[in-house]
């Protein structure tokens, strides 16, 4: 086993003589929510594990008491990441950093958020998110991009960010495709949450483990999974993925994207540049003081306060 770390935000260990390598994103304090930082550092370490032709297996999870809160939008650390100052993050000043309006958010959000997403989904090894906590928003776009998501007994998913930020969803829009296209509508237009075993039900989830367990069972599935001949792997992956890429997936993607970037551009003009998504005078809670999330229950329509 190999435990260090070149990172500051992410970990990077290596087991079973570096066939699994088991990645975790690694800041606890803020649940996981995805910094800039962090985000540059996840791409890395999975290009690392893409580059070094003897791992098999990549494992996803999150250090801490969630898998990941979604995009960082409110700590210090991240507003500091865009500047300027001296812990400005490099890549605010790339890929249409110097830009200015839309345009600037549309390409960074296009590097950062969305096609570093695809690039991981089609990463030429197998993946597995080991997912635990509340899943919210931008975190169910990192677990989509695993090949497989296996989670403790007491996680919940959620995309609040209709119902808080007045948006369409999230940069990578897997949702119809993940949770099925009418579900999809009613989760996003919610806000409410599915467990975990609604989700196995759906197809989304496919490894349900107890808390305790959660680590060790994902890396027993890891290890059947990498004693697979790596070129039968590959192409179960690729047909699978070529598959729903012939039905739309692909396309979808992109298109989604650019529906994501009109409703920015929509709040930036409402705000008159002030806010990209909704604020509370649009009819949407504060994001920093919005109620619980609920869970959607077949024969209410809504839900009590948990």
């Known amino acids: 086993m190999n435990g260090s770390s070149d ?9 079973d003589g570096g066939t699994i390598v088991r990645i975790l994103l690694n800041r606890p304090k803020t649940r996981n929510a995805q910094s800039r930082g962090l985000l540059v550092e996840l791409d ?22 969630m898998f990941s809160s979604g995009h960082d939008i409110g700590s210090a650390e991240s ?150 001949p790596t070129m039968a792997a590959l192409l179960i992956k690729e047909s699978v993925n070529q598959t729903v890429d012939n039905m739309g997936f692909y396309n979808s993607l992109n298109a989604c994207f650019t529906l994501h970037e009109l409703n920015h551009a929509h709040w930036s003009n409402e705000t008159k540049g002030q806010s990209i998504v909704a604020t509370p005078e649009h009819g949407v809670p504060d994001w920093r003081t919005a109620p619980p999330v609920k869970p959607a229950l077949k024969d209410v329509a809504e839900a009590p306060a948990p």
Not at 7 to 15: A, D, M, Q
Not at 110 to 120: G, L, Q
């Open 7 to 15: 990172y500051r935000f992410v970990t990077y260990e290596e087991l």
């Open 44 to 65: 890395d370490a999975f290009m690392r594990a893409e580059r070094d032709d003897n791992v098999r297996v990549v494992i996803l999870g999150g250090a801490g008491p």
């Open 79 to 228: 507003r500091a990441e865009y500047g300027p100052g001296p812990d400005q993050h490099p890549t605010t000043k790339i890929n249409g950093g110097s830009r200015t309006g839309i345009e600037k958010m549309m390409l960074q959000e296009w590097h950062y958020f969305f096609e570093n997403t695809r690039r991981w989904r089609n990463l030429r090894k197998i993946t597995i998110a080991q997912v635990h906590g509340t899943v919210y928003a931008a975190g169910l776009m990192l677990m989509w991009a695993c090949d497989l998501i296996v989670a403790d007994e007491d996680v919940k998913f959620a995309d609040v960010v209709g119902t808080r930020l007045g948006m369409c969803g999230v940069e990578y829009f897997g949702h119809p495709w993940e949770f099925g296209p009418r579900k999809a509508k009613e989760l996003l237009l919610t806000g409410d949450s599915i467990d975990v075993h609604e989700a196995h039900r759906l197809g989304m989830v496919s490894k349900v483990f107890a808390p305790d367990r959660l680590a060790d069972d994902t890396l027993a599935l890891a290890r059947r999974i990498a004693q697979l």
